[in-house]
């Protein structure tokens, strides 16, 4: 044995580095190792601890062998030497064979074997041996080096094991022979004739043992062939992350009152954190944060409401709280934003984290989302959805019993309480919530709130609020051509900081009496800046006048990147470009309200983003939106169109001053005229207004569609139910304010009498508590979001649309998706509308005439002369409309359908984006008629041609939230033309394949491709598992 051991000592294993090297030339799989000069084997420093001395005796120095980059275990090393493992382990069996006993004559039996009295003796023996010899050789090799070794690379060892127990157990038994003989052996050995015995030899040759080497070389052949390929290390990380997930799971259930932190990082595994500061930025949390992750009620899952200034990170808690709702407890999660753009926003920048986290990321905005969605086995969703998507949603839900599958609601601008019929529908979302979950916990976020004690009572939350911002801010007012510090602690509110020392000609100071270009060349082009303006024609003007007095040096600031924006603007627009940003996009300027289109917005946004652009003019409604922050903002007036602004919208546009982890201080300059004076300093020191209940707005249309939807839900099916569910609203907390001439329960039965007359429900009075049943018509228009005010005119047009529904093309069904509430917005051009008229197809112009719009009126019109016979104007005004629709679903340019019919761009862009939402609310207002089944296939294809109006091929591409037409287009001319395509796409790659995309864009696309696939897969895969599973009431024999 000495001499095997001294053979094996000279061998070492060692594992060098966790990374593969490179090798100089291309090698096999079975290569043998480079001789002991290579600058690999030189790199390797001395670790004892991970060496290994087969035979037991390492007191010689051993050779050490570094990492091969070619070898059977994947990610894992190999062993390196002058020749090969496999040589070296075979000649260290073959010296061991010589030497060990079984070289000895078979006459000199070891004294500790029991023989058996059979003419096999000698037979046992060898095996016997044989198998000793393969002992000693396993047992040098279960050594501490193979703990490192991948998941697939203990099939060899697990073999090597199972043997080494079988010969413990024959041994602990008294069985003479320990070895292993197989059943099929001993079964061909009781079958042989007992003729035959007599003529076999005295000493039976066995079986040839199979060498070390050759289960060496099988299981590591096996290993390369085998599936797997799943690192060691990475398995390890994934046992982790479980462990920490229940850790913190067991935690929240004993959560203790008086701890700060229930888990690695509040409750929450580790991996999380990580993610934060990698797909981030963010290292640490602000201690407000902090604080409010630990206070008492989030632990303990009771509603809060907690509200910040703008730019405080008030959604960093939030989706810290999802995050641990979705991994901890298992549960699925809602986030309500106002605006679609927000949801896209939220959705492409939370996919990763899906990805990493292994839950879904769901968008519900416009025509996207399933109703019911996915009920899913396995994953946790997250819904990320608009208000009425939201809405929507939990009305499923609550119809599937599956509203408990929601463990929190978080509601982002929680002021949207008080937004017009917006904000009724907030609030019937909330109180649904309230009043059939007791399990579904509620957080809402906003700015500050001027009545938080009434939200707080009709959430029945706690309240956490802040005045911190990451950023200070600091308030002035511009007088002429003075700077005044806002100061509300002093009597006039107003101190003197500075007066303005720019040099103004003659021509200059008539141009820009407000001194706005010095302004702002105190910021551009090094920093950011927004200038709020009270209409879009004024941003536009406004920017077209600073640029004309900027230096040629502006010009050259990025010029590149710019000369890249101004190219893909012109692709937006199909080789148009608007003539206003072709002029000041050279100088860093844009302009940004509504009349944009989404493709021109998004560039816009993105390249305000990068620093491309340095200063944007735009309108309020870019405070309320995507965050655009700025190192300093100037209003330049105090109105809102015609109207002064509110406290609320002064707060959320100076709000946007300060860039979090770039500015030190943010600015903003309210520019005042001497006549506003007064009213400016009452704004500037008046508390925030008052957050009101909208139910009863519009002569109470809000509170009508509750009681329709209660009724419908089978939330209430009595008066006295409808009283119960709204003594819970925002409404009851309010009604002293709200209601002065009728009380709630006068209301709750004028209301119920109301939808009782417009046939939406029936009363049953066979019983002395009248029972509500709702009817189908009342059914679908819940069920479809319709509007009360509109569903008598649609069901009256869809019924018509059946007895001559035109299907020669779109027009007649784009007709009948053209949303009602746009009509008022719309005043033909009669000469326009006759042009087009003509151009129309015969069967066209006939379904024009059912509609209650012929040919002679629309000429009549256009040449001036009275008509005689009164037509319904609002089928006049609506297909007018479906035609500027139809129109633009056959250029699918909204440049050229502006100019054909001239009308604003903005105007058209919002035009498509409204009726594809009403069509898919007339989809599924049909859905529950059953007289108005042909719809059901047509207005599902329409849907999808209006969400995207491109052509065929690009839809697959622009599913992905936050691909508009010009992005949609370039990846598919670079060859991304699948969704797989994209998902499997390398970011890198691709940002530097797609012009002007930058790296995080790639990061945020690509993600959110993986989760749209994902999503696709996991609803298939929950049909697949719906369809083969038994079903539980099945007759029993």
Request: net charge neutral; charged share 25%.
């Amino acid at each position: 044995m000495d001499k095997m051991n001294t053979k094996w000592q000279d061998t070492k294993v060692k594992r060098a580095h966790s990374k593969k090297r490179t090798r100089d030339s291309i090698e096999s799989h079975q290569t043998p190792a480079k001789k002991g000069g290579s600058a690999s084997s030189k790199n390797c420093p001395d670790n004892t601890e991970r060496g290994t001395s087969f035979g037991g005796m390492a007191s010689l120095k051993a050779v050490e062998y570094c990492s091969d980059s070619e070898d059977f275990f994947g990610d894992y090393d190999s062993i390196l030497n002058d020749s090969s493992f496999l040589a070296k382990l075979d000649d260290a069996e073959q010296n061991g064979v010589h030497y060990s006993p079984s070289a000895a004559p078979l006459d000199q039996p070891d004294p500790n074997f029991t023989a058996l009295p059979s003419s096999g003796d000698n037979h046992c023996l060898k095996l016997s041996t044989d198998n000793k010899h393969s002992e000693a050789i396993v047992d040098g090799l279960i050594d501490e080096s193979f703990k490192d070794i991948e998941a697939t690379q203990f099939h060899f060892q697990e073999e090597v094991l199972e043997n080494a127990k079988q010969i413990h157990w024959l041994k602990e038994n008294k069985i003479s022979t320990p070895c292993k003989v197989t059943e099929r052996a001993i079964n061909d050995e009781m079958v042989k004739p007992a003729e035959h015995k007599s003529e076999r030899p005295t000493t039976s040759i066995p079986q040839e043992r199979r060498s070390m080497k050759d289960q060496l070389k099988r299981a590591m052949i096996s290993n390369a062939a085998a599936p797997s390929c799943v690192s060691r290390t990475i398995v390890l990380k994934e046992a982790v992350v479980a462990e920490e997930i229940n850790v913190a799971m067991q935690a929240m259930e004993t959560v203790s009152l008086k701890a700060t932190d229930i888990g690695p990082f509040f409750g929450l595994p580790t991996k999380v954190k990580d993610l934060i500061c990698k797909l981030r930025g963010i290292n640490n949390l602000y201690d407000w944060q902090k604080t409010c992750l630990n206070l008492d009620c989030v632990q303990e899952r009771r509603n809060l409401i907690y509200s910040l200034p703008t730019s405080g990170g008030k959604t960093l808690v939030a989706e810290i709280l999802m995050f641990r709702e979705l991994l901890c407890r298992k549960k699925d999660s809602l986030f309500i934003l106002p605006y679609i753009s927000l949801v896209q926003e939220k959705v492409r920048g939370l996919a990763s984290f899906g990805l990493e986290l292994d839950f879904m990321v769901e968008e519900y905005a416009g025509s996207k989302g399933r109703f019911p969605p996915v009920k899913r086995r396995s994953k946790r969703s997250l819904y990320i959805a608009t208000i009425e998507k939201a809405h929507s949603l939990v009305n499923c839900l609550i119809e599937t019993n599956r509203l408990d599958d929601i463990g929190l609601v978080i509601v982002d601008e929680l002021h949207m309480l008080g937004d017009g019929s917006r904000g009724a529908v907030v609030e019937m979302t909330l109180a649904k919530i309230l009043y059939v979950s007791t399990a579904t916990q509620i957080i809402g976020m906003s700015a500050t709130l001027g009545n938080i004690k009434d939200l707080q009572k009709f959430l029945k939350a706690e309240n956490y609020t802040s005045d911190y911002r990451p950023v200070q801010l600091r308030e002035y007012v511009k007088l002429k051509d003075s700077i005044y510090e806002v100061d509300p602690n002093e009597e006039e509110v107003l101190r003197l900081s500075r007066v303005l020392s720019f040099k103004y000609s003659s021509s200059m100071q008539k141009m820009d009496p407000d001194h706005l270009i010095a302004l702002v060349t105190e910021i551009i082009p090094t920093n950011s800046c927004l200038v709020f303006c009270s209409t879009k024609k004024n941003c536009e003007n406004v920017a077209g006048m600073i640029c004309k007095y900027l230096k040629d040096e502006f010009l050259l600031h990025k010029e590149k990147e710019k000369a890249a924006l101004l190219k893909e603007l012109r692709d937006s627009g199909n080789g148009t470009i608007c003539p206003v940003l072709q002029k000041i996009v050279p100088y860093g300027l844009a302009y940004h309200h509504s009349g944009l289109t989404s493709e021109e917005r998004k560039l816009v946004e993105e390249a305000y983003m990068h620093g491309v652009l340095c200063l944007l003019t735009c309108t309020s409604t870019l405070a309320a939106g995507i965050n655009l922050p700025a190192r300093r903002v100037i209003l330049r007036s105090p109105y809102v169109a015609t109207e002064f602004i509110k406290r609320s919208q002064y707060k959320q546009m100076v709000g946007r001053a300060g860039r979090a982890g770039i500015d030190s201080v943010g600015e903003s300059i309210l520019i005042l005229q001497e006549k506003d004076k007064s009213l400016a300093k009452s704004l500037l020191c008046a508390p925030v207004e008052k957050c009101y209940s909208n139910l009863m707005q519009d002569n109470g249309k809000g509170v009508l569609s509750l009681i329709l939807s209660l009724i419908g839900l089978n939330i209430a099916s009595s008066l006295e139910q409808v009283r119960d569910f709204l003594s819970g609203t925002l409404l009851c907390v309010q009604e002293r304010q709200l209601c002065v001439e009728r009380d709630l329960r006068e209301i709750s039965k004028d209301c119920v009498e109301l939808l009782k007359e417009k046939g939406l429900i029936t009363v049953s009075r066979d019983t002395q508590d009248p029972i509500l049943q709702v009817t189908k018509l009342g059914r679908a228009t819940y069920k479809g979001a319709v509007d009360l005010s509109y569903c008598d005119m649609l069901y009256e047009d869809l019924s018509k649309g059946l007895d001559g529904l035109m299907l020669h093309s779109y027009l007649h069904l784009v007709y009948l998706v053209t949303p009602y509430d746009m009509i008022s917005q719309c005043k033909p051009d009669w000469m326009i509308y006759l042009r087009q008229f003509i151009l129309l197809s015969a069967a066209e112009q006939k379904m024009s005439a059912a509609v209650g719009v012929p040919e002679s009126f629309v000429a009549r019109k256009a040449a001036g002369q009275t008509v005689r016979k009164n037509a319904n104007m609002v089928a006049v005004r609506r297909l007018y409309l479906a035609i500027v629709l139809f129109s633009l679903l056959n250029d699918t340019n909204v440049w050229s359908t502006a100019e054909k019919f001239q009308l604003n761009r903005g105007f058209i862009q919002a035009l498509l984006n409204s009726s594809s939402a009403f069509c898919s609310c007339v989809l599924h207002f049909t859905e529950e008629l059953e007289e108005f089944w042909p719809f059901k296939t047509l207005l599902t294809e329409l849907t999808h041609r209006l969400s995207y109006c491109v052509q065929a091929e690009l839809i697959p591409l622009m599913e992905v939230a936050g691909v508009m037409k010009f992005r949609a287009k370039q990846l598919y001319n670079a060859g991304y033309k699948t969704l797989a395509h994209l998902a499997n796409a390398d970011p890198s790659v691709l940002a530097k394949t797609i012009d002007n995309l930058y790296k995080k864009q790639a990061n945020q696309i690509v993600a959110s491709a993986k989760m749209l696939v994902n999503e696709k897969a996991a609803a298939l895969q929950e049909e697949v598992n719906d369809l083969l599973m038994m079903p539980k009431d099945l007759p029993l024999p």
